[in-house]
């Protein structure tokens, strides 16, 4: 199973920044590899809650349904795939750290699929470079964002 994980620090406080990335809506926004996230379900954030993402990774649009599995507010996320291309669990968490805080997001797993499966390791290589786009992506829209843009 290949394993990524990466830290950025954020001027931003961190119960802002957890709101921001615990949103699937907001994954297009600061994720460059996410086309769509959202929720299947109705409700408040929790334990259990549903939700779907279509990613575009290996030159293949992949969708996969995942479920809360942890939920800490404001300090860590963490989601798991039921169904669809990879098997994978992905986790953010935010410690405050002076005038901001640092953000660490990971993900563990592999792509299903025979071909897919032993494309796992370019794919474990592609995803740390997307991540580190994303969270330089991430830190760039929250540090310059105003109160009217908070989403």
Same mark, same amino acid.
């Given at each position: 199973?290949?394993?990524?994980?990466?830290? $950025? *620090?954020?001027?931003?406080?961190?119960?802002?920044? *957890?709101?921001?990335?615990?949103?699937?809506?907001?994954?297009?926004?600061?994720?460059?590899?996410?086309?769509?996230?959202?929720?299947?379900?109705?409700?408040?954030?929790?334990? +259990?809650?549903?939700?779907?993402?279509?990613?575009?990774? $290996?030159?293949?649009?992949?969708?996969?349904?995942?479920?809360?599995?942890?939920?800490?507010?404001? %300090?860590?996320?963490?989601?798991?795939? /039921?169904?669809?291309?990879?098997? /994978?669990?992905?986790?953010?968490?935010?410690?405050?750290?002076?005038?901001?805080?640092?953000?660490?997001? +990971?993900?563990?797993? %592999? *792509?299903?699929?025979?071909?897919?499966?032993?494309?796992?390791? $370019?794919? /474990?290589?592609?995803?740390?470079?997307?991540?580190?786009?994303?969270?330089?992506?991430?830190?760039?829209?929250?540090?310059?964002?105003?109160?009217?843009?908070?989403?």
């Amino acid at each position: 199973m290949a394993r990524a994980e990466l830290s $950025l *620090f954020v001027d931003r406080p961190a119960d802002e920044v *957890f709101a921001f990335v615990a949103e699937p809506a907001n994954n297009p926004r600061w994720r460059s590899y996410v086309i769509e996230s959202g929720w299947l379900d109705d409700g408040p954030m929790r334990l +259990g809650r549903r939700g779907y993402q279509t990613s575009r990774i $290996l030159g293949r649009t992949m969708s996969v349904e995942a479920v809360i599995v942890e939920w800490d507010p404001p %300090h860590s996320v963490c989601w798991e795939a /039921v169904r669809g291309g990879a098997t /994978v669990r992905s986790w953010v968490h935010v410690e405050p750290q002076g005038t901001g805080c640092v953000v660490s997001g +990971g993900a563990e797993g %592999h *792509f299903n699929g025979s071909i897919m499966r032993l494309l796992t390791p $370019l794919g /474990v290589r592609m995803m740390v470079r997307d991540a580190r786009s994303s969270l330089q992506k991430l830190k760039a829209a929250l540090e310059t964002r105003t109160e009217a843009g908070l989403t």
